[in-house]
């Protein structure tokens, strides 16, 4: 038997690498293989029965992965016109059998790779090319604290990234975690320790340049500041929202490095989607531990087991965790009903700590379940140099016995390296070649606008919530004259961070360069952020944190020290805030101080004559940096499902007939699975009866729909409402994907807004219902509508 | 404190002392299947007369729960001492032979289960006491002679209604919190085939396309407020559809005779109330005394206007009068105001309507069933031998 010829376009195909396989003609099974299968057809080897064309002889080297017969005879006569050497595989049982054939393969090309790689690393290599330059700019804008900086290119053959760090380190608890992902896989991960965070380029290097064929590749970065501390890393542009300062650079095949805090155990890892959660195993659980509440876990039927912590009357309870490694996850999620008891009197706080720090949990303040019993709490890890962290809850029930179930506790990817979906961000740009990108120039650039509420919006404030630092949302450090009360059912806004949303004046320069090679798959959506746009992580709104301060002031002395102050709170000396705290103390993880009341009212909106609990001085031992992360809420029924970071109570207006009533809503950090928003402000109205929502156009107001619904105008500039008794036609205004997005966030965020701003408001229980009713009604209202 | 092990709840006991086929027993056998689905081992027991009711009330192509024939219904006829003691020995033998992880006690009425109760108390059981209905009033005294032995606080409690949970919990000596509401769910309906049903239907009672038509669902007794409807059909002239049987169906039937006018539609029992709810312009729910009414609910869910009696849907709360037409009073009088009212307001109507679709879409099952769910888990808790008791103080005092 002479040996088979091969059609030129399997040959071609063949030593691309393609994986092929021979079968003899009357072999069956193969139909819909993922892998390709090569016939002989007159003594030629070809794809497809009926092909034609140039044939050529099977050049030495090139072999297909095996061939396939359903008896020995026909493996036999294949054989003999194959190559020697290429394995047999059996028609009958082939699945397993070609996997283990391809698994072999694929060592068989590893183990050459490894083969060529020692070869080359012998060879001199050429220098690394860099391909992107961006240069810090002083005094610029404040990058968050957590990021994602699209790199506008791919990822194929990075060697080395290296952000600036303006203000260096002066704890060596800080901690900067970065990850260069492409592709959905994390090619590189690096943790930096404080005492490395020296001013200057911090060079980030990858073992081996990355791989061709990656995709678009983006950086996640996440800074946590130990208390005190003002690390910072800079900005490549004076505008609010600009990119990083980065250097990246490309190098050969060859080019191999020992890199330093380099994360050996992330590398290649596959980036969790978004969203994704992990419920602690059985094994977390059975080495948990209760104090102040007697446990018990349930099942019924095939459901896993549930904590259902009793609470007597007056009780304090903890739930205690063991450390765990969090992986790449970056929330803890809490899931909890109140089976029993007081809904307003029992409340719930979620704590994580690395296992380096237990005394300096992060928390997500006190939380109260909705009307219908259910809390759900998304807290932002804290990062732990050894990535292992520790979850505890704290709950107290000031009114009868309760119980309380834990439904779920979970790590989970969260918000962190959601794109954000940025209609104003021009199309994505044409990654940058070894020229630098320009700098920002200066004088083309609008002054940065903070987005958020300026402090002359139309509503006064709410007594509690003092006016917002004017200055950009620092990753973590508090400003330290920033007065704050803990106030936990409206937590204090946190500054007003700076609206990430890329100016849109065409002067505003973008990444470009003349030698700009084409991006390779231009059809393909790429991500809806700009190349050098830094996608903001709902920010870190560091001095927001009501609770809990790294370095709290001595515990009062003497009995029952139930109400104790905070940093960055009010003196002792002044009148108590309204809940009891949890007090970090050094040498023990936390304590949880007595209530000594059932929770009052939250305060009413200033009035005259009503001295509402402003603190009066920052406190003298707590020079800055509460915990860095204010946490999620989350609205509904998944943990994937919309949530806000925080709300702020602009107004609670009742006419004076009573026939008009609204709460103006500022809501910071709105996520839903179809966007991020940074800035939503809406006012939830009733109308004689009417309810609806009320959105304008106008100073004070953020810019928040990609294109304005509607075209009623009043004498304050433009309006759009949405009115439960005819949603519909106000809801086909929507233009765009994105602001149905909006529209359908805020609506499933509603009621839970409205239960917090009754409570910031200080609502009676009945008009609280009322205001969470019509939330409801809108939202019903649009459900039945048909809409989406 | 460490953490004990996990307590499983695999089979679960519906012990049903009911002895007639009400909201009650279907919201109760639909809860057992979907329970089922949730991988409990259900017994749904019950008077061998309710079961083929029981059976065709689950949820279509599910696997029903276990139907067990068991003589635990209330019997009014006999002294209470000797209704909860055949109730008990009834219970008894029920435990013993299935020996559930947990019994869910579903009562129609707050004394209907004093015998299984005692039961399962005895062998401190954990269990879910689900109340439908409690008239106001001094509670049934016997519930008094055996609360000592009922261990109520042992137990977990849930209600259908706000009013309900306020008069059980009074008649079980328990702090109003203790006892837990969930909303009853609605049913998934629409108004599709809207126009077709009102065809057929008035062509089936001889109507003109545009005559109104009003209808009354349900028990055709006193509590129902059957009785009032000759006389609404009188104070209306219009005619009204009846689906429902009862003890007061010979007196309907005498004057639906006796009307020359014929307006008085005397339907039976309908299978699949649906339709009627599509074409109908208004439900009639002149009830006495209502839990947390089915009726009130498949209506809203089809988009059909209801006028009510107060009483009907005081479960609702509040709400009430968002979602229907409530007449001044009960009496027929008032009732006919009520419906001219609705009938003159299209607009009007159509907004309630509106809401009360919006209520009954937000009232699934998924929803209810993790509040029963929930409830289940604490009953587990409850009864646990780990389970330090729960001081109330409301009820110490």
Redesign the interface.
């Known amino acids: 038997m002479t040996a088979f010829l091969i059609g030129a376009a399997e040959l071609a195909a063949l030593a691309a690498g393609t994986p092929m396989i021979v079968a003899t003609p009357g072999t069956e099974g193969l139909a819909g293989l993922p892998i390709t299968v090569l016939r002989p057809v007159e003594g030629v080897l070809r794809q497809g029965d009926s092909a034609t064309g140039p044939a050529v002889p099977l050049p030495q080297g090139l072999r297909p992965l095996a061939l396939v017969a359903p008896d020995a005879a026909g493996a036999a006569a294949l054989a003999a016109g194959l190559p020697h050497g290429v394995p047999t595989l059996p028609a009958n049982g082939l699945l397993p059998a070609l996997v283990a054939r391809l698994v072999a393969a694929l060592a068989e090309a590893e183990a050459q790779r490894g083969a060529l790689h020692r070869r080359i690393a012998a060879q001199p290599v050429a220098a690394p090319r860099r391909v992107i330059d961006l240069p810090p700019v002083p005094n610029g804008p404040v990058p968050p604290a957590r990021a994602m900086q699209p790199l506008g290119r791919d990822a194929a053959g990075i060697s080395s990234l290296a952000l600036h760090v303006a203000t260096p380190a002066k704890e060596a608890a800080s901690l900067l975690r970065v990850r260069l992902v492409a592709g959905g896989r994390i090619l590189g991960g690096w943790s930096i320790a404080g005492r490395d965070l020296a001013a200057g380029w911090l060079a980030l290097d990858l073992p081996e340049p990355a791989p061709a064929g990656t995709g678009e590749a983006h950086l996640e970065i996440a800074l946590d500041a130990a208390a005190g501390d003002g690390v910072r890393i800079s900005s490549g542009g004076p505008d609010a929202g600009a990119p990083l300062a980065l250097r990246v650079e490309t190098a050969e095949p060859g080019h191999l490095r020992a890199p330093r805090h380099f994360d050996w155990a992330a590398r290649d890892l596959p980036a969790l989607a978004p969203g994704l959660v992990l419920p602690l195993p059985e094994g977390a659980w059975a080495a948990a531990s209760v104090q102040g509440a007697t446990a018990e876990r349930v099942a019924v039927g095939n459901e896993a087991p549930r904590l259902l912590l009793a609470l007597p009357a007056g009780a304090e309870a903890r739930l205690s965790l063991p450390p765990m490694p969090a992986g790449l996850a970056d929330l803890a999620l809490l899931e909890a009903a109140l089976r029993l008891g007081d809904r307003a009197q029992v409340e719930v706080a979620l704590l994580a700590a690395g296992v380096e720090a237990p005394d300096h949990p992060r928390h997500s303040g006190w939380r109260r379940v909705d009307a219908e019993g259910g809390l759900r709490v998304a807290l932002p890890l804290p990062a732990a140099p050894s990535g292992s962290i520790a979850l505890r809850l704290a709950i107290r029930n000031a009114g009868p016995a309760a119980s309380l179930e834990i439904g779920r506790l979970a790590l989970a990817t969260g918000a962190a390296g959601v794109p954000r979906r940025d209609p104003a961000a021009p199309a994505p740009q044409p990654p940058a070649a070894p020229a630098a990108m320009p700098p920002a120039a200066p004088a083309a650039m609008p002054p940065a606008a903070p987005a958020a509420m300026p402090p002359a919006a139309p509503a006064a404030p709410t007594a509690t919530v003092p006016a917002a630092p004017t200055q950009a949302a620092a990753p973590a450090p508090a400003p330290a004259g920033t007065p704050r009360v803990a106030l936990p059912a409206a937590p204090v806004s946190p500054p007003p961070a700076p609206e990430a949303k890329p100016t849109p004046a065409p002067e505003a320069p973008r990444p470009s360069a003349p030698e700009a090679k084409p991006t390779p798959t231009p059809e393909a959506p790429r991500p809806a952020t700009a190349p050098i746009r830094i996608a903001t992580i709902p920010p870190a709104p560091a001095p927001a944190s009501p609770l809990l301060a790294p370095t709290a002031p001595p515990l009062p002395s003497g009995p029952a020290p139930s109400r104790v102050m905070l940093p960055g709170s009010a003196a002792p000396a002044t009148p108590p805030p309204p809940f009891g705290m949890l007090v970090p103390a050094r040498g023990s993880a936390f304590r949880v101080a007595a209530p000594q009341a059932p929770l009052p009212a939250a305060p009413a909106p200033a009035a005259p004559g009503i001295a509402a609990p402003v603190p009066v001085a920052p406190p003298v031992a707590a020079p800055t940096a509460a915990p860095p992360s204010a946490p999620l809420a989350f609205a509904q029924d998944t943990p994937t499902a919309t949530a806000y970071r925080d709300l702020k109570l602009n107004q609670h207006l009742v006419n004076k007939e009573g026939t008009y009533q609204h709460l103006d809503l500022a809501i910071t950090g709105l996520v839903a699975p179809a966007g991020l928003w940074r800035q939503v402000r809406t006012k939830l109205f009733d109308r004689r009866g009417t309810v609806g929502l009320e959105f304008r156009s106008m100073k004070g107001w953020p810019q928040m729909f990609d294109r304005w619904p509607g075209t009623q105008v009043d004498n304050f500039g433009p309006l759009w409402r949405l009115e439960h008794p005819a949603p519909f036609d106000a809801l086909a205004m929507l233009a765009t994907p994105h602001d149905r997005a909006l529209i359908a966030a805020v609506l499933e965020v509603l009621p839970g807004l409205a239960t917090r701003a009754a409570g910031t408001a200080g609502l009676t229980a009945e008009q609280e219902e009322a205001w969470v009713g019509r939330a409801r009604k809108l939202a019903a209202a649009v459900t039945e509508s048909g809409w989406r | ?10 089979r679960l006991l519906v012990p049903l002392p009911s002895t007639r086929f009400g909201g009650t027993e279907r919201h109760t056998a639909e809860l057992a299947a979907r ?1 089922g689905q ?3 081992a259900v017994t749904l027991a019950a008077e061998p007369a309710l079961l083929p009711l029981l059976a065709a009330a689950m949820p279509p192509g599910q696997p029903a729960p276990r139907l067990l024939p068991a003589r635990l219904g209330w019997d009014d006829a006999v002294p209470p001492a000797v209704a909860i003691a055949r109730q008990r020995a009834g219970t008894e033998a029920l435990l013993v032979a299935e020996s559930p992880d ?1 019994v869910l006690l579903p009562l129609p009425w707050p004394d209907a289960g004093l015998g299984v109760m005692r039961a399962v108390a005895g062998r401190g059981l954990p269990r879910l006491v689900a109340l439908h209905l409690a008239a106001e009033g001094p509670p049934p005294p016997a519930i008094a002679t055996e609360l000592p032995a009922l261990d109520a606080e042992g137990a ?1 409690w849930a209600a259908v209604s706000a009013p309900v949970a306020r008069r059980a919990a009074a008649a079980f000596g328990l ?1 109003p ?2 006892i ?1 509401v969930i909303d009853n769910p609605a049913p998934r309906a629409g108004t599709e085939g809207r126009d077709a049903a009102r065809a057929a239907l008035r062509t089936r009672l001889g109507l003109r396309d545009d005559q109104p038509l009003l209808i009354f669902v349900g028990r055709l007794e006193e509590a129902k407020g059957a009785d009032l409807l000759p006389a609404l059909t009188d104070r209306l002239n219009l005619p009204i559809a009846v689906l429902g049987d009862g003890l007061l169906l010979g007196h309907l039937e005498a004057e639906a005779r006796g009307d020359p006018r014929g307006l008085l539609r005397l339907m039976g029992q309908v299978a699949d109330p649906g339709p009627w709810y599509r074409a109908a312009d208004a439900l009639i729910l002149p009830s006495r005394l209502e839990g947390a009414p089915l009726v009130f609910l498949e209506a809203a869910a089809h988009h059909c206007p209801v006028v009510a009696s107060p009483a009907a849907l005081e479960g609702l709360g509040p ?1 009430a009068p968002r979602l229907a037409r409530l007449a001044a009073a009960g009496d027929a009088a008032a009732l006919a105001d009520a419906a001219r009212a609705l009938l003159a307001d299209p607009a009007g109507t159509a ?1 309630m309507v ?2 009360a ?3 009954a ?2 009232r699934s099952w998924p929803r209810a069933l993790g509040a029963w ?6 009953a ?3 009864a ?1 031998p ?3 008791p ?5 009820t110490a005092a």
Not at chain 2, 1 to 10: D, N, W
């Open positions: 404190m460490a953490l004990t092990p996990p307590r499983h709840v695999r329970l949730h991988g409990v947990l977990a702090a919190s203790r837990t709400d907004a509106a809401r679709a919006a209520e879409a937000r769910l929930g409830q289940l888990r604490l587990a808790a409850l646990s780990h389970h330090a729960l001081a109330f103080p409301e």
